[in-house]
């Protein structure tokens, strides 16, 4: 990826792709425009070289540029290789390496986790497994046996922990602090620990367990041993459960475990979960229930005091009728066909939530999603937006043997401009995903196409929105006001919260006509009747 | 290290040791073996936590005869 990088930068050239020839990349190529014939002839141990310049000259020199890239790659790999004494192929001598191994992180295919983990469990290490497609039947297994070696198994499927500060697997550099999370939602985790870090609220620990664990099949074991575990932790002092609806035999034990045995503050953030009257707090144990990313910050926040509270608000709440002030000038700019949200969201949280809140505002009928919640119509074509569309860029045929879009943007450049052709489009909704393992500049790395599409629209008398929100922190590696102004600088709105950017989607698409009261109360704001414990 | 007992009325001896071992892990340095993505050895080392990688690939598949060879001779 790292020559592709290179190249595009050459003169003259304007895609450039290096990749094995597996049938998503190839698939990707002929979208980006180039010939089928050609690319149907190589196979899966091929690497294919794809470059797109303006004229002969550049593509010649693009050529020559490809050795040298090749050359020096090559160079500093023998010199990282030097460097990189703590690499090897074998587990066993790895765990040698490290004496007092107390965590493995494991990112391998699925099939191959059980066997892996099972060797680790034995020997008493903790695990993170980031690995997707994990049979739920080894998942139960795993869990099962660590439970009974006093083992803990982040994953399968987690994205992100967070151990006393410390990042684990896609996360952020965010202050240490007395919240502690419990999550079956990767970038829900980073999104809740990134906003908390905006209002000056620390966490302390955040554990991911994977999006499995909460249902009936696995029925929440890590997610109870992760509450109990926080719970021991006097430096914390609210604990955030952040996840989809858990199955209703999960969230009873979840629920009588704080009413029977907590002294923690909790906040149960399902999202997109029912909010039924007499359940939404508990005076007795402080137990709340919110059913949106942005309203267990505040919920946190409410918990932790008056002062916190305000200043969560002052971060990241907009008041509904200055969201209406904000949007109204991207609205009245829009032709009477531009009609139909386009998601394209790196983050499968955020594509959840999106689709959760907007179920609520526009018509259900017309929605559509590659990964589709219950009552939205699946998309015929992920690669292909229908009426309203919000799509999961990190779903498996966008990513099956290709980097992940948090990763490499390739995708989501080809879908913003393909967006932007379609003469129906009322508005763009996008997430920046920042911090470790993220792209070193996931705005940076769109930001010609943003401006391009912008472009593309103009030129047929069309004027185009895009929405966006950034997910970091000031001190991640990438900034986050950076980011910010990148954005603002090609004409973006930015949002400080993903439900925020959703709403305002949804108001410039429907022309400001939304129940903004009604949508507020469900997903931003804490009720009424809140107050501090 | 004494064991810490859970007050949950459903606590077990297996359920007490998880609670004693994550903790100890997690007021601890972290110690990391990340098998797989390169992309995460180099997010931890930029944290400066110690970190040993494993540039993993997966078995060969063998037919089911040499399988069964092997096991025996193993």
């Not at chain 1, 595009?8 to 002929?30: D, F, H, P, W």
């Not at chain 1, 010649?60 to 090749?70: M, R, V, Y």
């Not at chain 1, 703590?86 to 066997?115: C, F, H, Q």
């Not at chain 1, 500049?441 to 008398?461: F, H, R, S, Y």
Request: proline share 4%; net charge negative; aromatic share 4%.
């Amino acid at each position: 990826m790292k020559i592709s990088e290179k190249l595009r930068q050459s003169s003259g050239v304007s895609e450039a792709s290096i990749v094995m020839a597996t049938e998503t990349n190839k698939g990707v190529l002929i979208r980006l425009g180039f010939s089928p014939s050609l690319i149907e002839q190589a196979n899966e141990s091929d690497m294919i070289i794809a470059v797109r310049a303006k004229d002969k000259q550049s593509i010649d020199l693009a050529s020559e540029q490809i050795g040298k890239l090749f050359e020096s790659t090559e160079e500093e790999h023998r010199l990282d290789s030097r460097d990189h004494e703590e690499t090897t192929t074998d587990i066993d001598l790895a765990l040698r390496k490290m004496p007092g191994t107390n965590l493995v992180l494991l990112s391998i295919p699925g099939e191959y986790v059980k066997d892996i983990s099972y060797k680790l469990i034995d020997q008493g290490i903790h695990q993170q497994i980031f690995s997707d497609h994990v049979p739920v039947e080894d998942e139960l297994k795993i869990k099962k046996h660590a439970v009974t070696k006093g083992v803990l198994i982040l994953g399968p499927g987690a994205g992100t922990s967070i151990m006393n500060g410390k990042g684990i697997g896609f996360s952020n550099t965010i202050s240490v602090g007395p919240v502690g999370i419990v999550a079956a939602a990767g970038t829900g985790l980073q999104e809740v620990a990134c906003l908390l870090d905006h209002c000056g609220i620390g966490v302390k620990h955040g554990l991911g367990v994977g999006g499995n664990d909460p249902k009936d099949k696995i029925g929440g074991i890590m997610m109870l041993e992760c509450m109990k575990i926080l719970e021991k932790d006097d430096d914390i002092k609210v604990i955030a459960i952040v996840s989809k609806p858990p199955s209703p035999s999960v969230e009873q034990k979840i629920v009588e475990y704080v009413i029977g045995n907590s002294t923690k503050k909790y906040v149960l953030a399902f999202i997109g979960g029912q909010l039924t009257a007499g359940t939404t707090t508990d005076h007795h144990r402080g137990t709340v229930k919110v059913n949106s990313l942005a309203s267990c910050v505040l919920a946190i926040a409410n918990v932790l005091g008056n002062q916190q509270l305000q200043k969560a608000i002052s971060q990241i709440y907009i008041r509904p009728e200055g969201l209406a002030n904000l949007l109204q000038g991207e609205w009245s700019k829009l032709r009477s066909n531009q009609k139909y949200i386009r998601a394209l969201y790196t983050g499968g949280t955020f594509t959840y939530e999106a689709q959760v809140i907007l179920r609520d505002i526009i018509d259900i009928g017309q929605m559509h999603s590659n990964a589709p919640i219950e009552q939205i119509k699946k998309l015929q074509d992920s690669f292909k937006g229908e009426m309203h569309s919000i799509i999961d860029l990190g779903e498996e045929e966008f990513t099956k043997g290709r980097p992940h879009p948090m990763i490499d943007p390739t995708i989501r450049k080809f879908r913003i401009l393909e967006e932007a052709k379609d003469p129906e489009v009322g508005v763009i909704l996008l997430d920046f995903v920042l911090g470790y393992g993220s792209n070193p500049d996931p705005v940076g790395a769109v930001l010609d196409e943003l401006q391009l599409a912008k472009e593309i629209a103009n030129k047929e008398g069309r004027y185009l929105p895009v929405i966006t929100h950034v997910c970091g922190t000031k001190n991640d590696i990438q900034g986050y006001e950076r980011s910010v102004s990148k954005l603002h600088s090609a004409g973006c709105i930015v949002m400080p919260t993903n439900a925020l950017a959703v709403i305002g989607s949804a108001l410039i698409s429907q022309r400001g006509q939304i129940e903004l009261g009604n949508i507020y109360s469900r997903y931003i704001e804490l009720p009424h009747d809140w107050n501090q414990f | 290290m004494t064991e810490e007992k859970d007050t949950a009325s459903s606590a077990t001896p297996t359920t007490t040791n998880m609670v004693t071992t994550a903790r100890r892990l997690l007021d601890s340095e972290l110690n990391v073996v990340n098998i797989g993505l390169e992309i995460f050895h180099n997010a931890l080392k930029l944290q400066n936590i110690k970190v040993v990688d494993v540039n993993w690939s997966p078995p060969p598949k063998l037919d089911k005869e040499t399988e069964d060879l092997l096991d025996k001779i193993l």
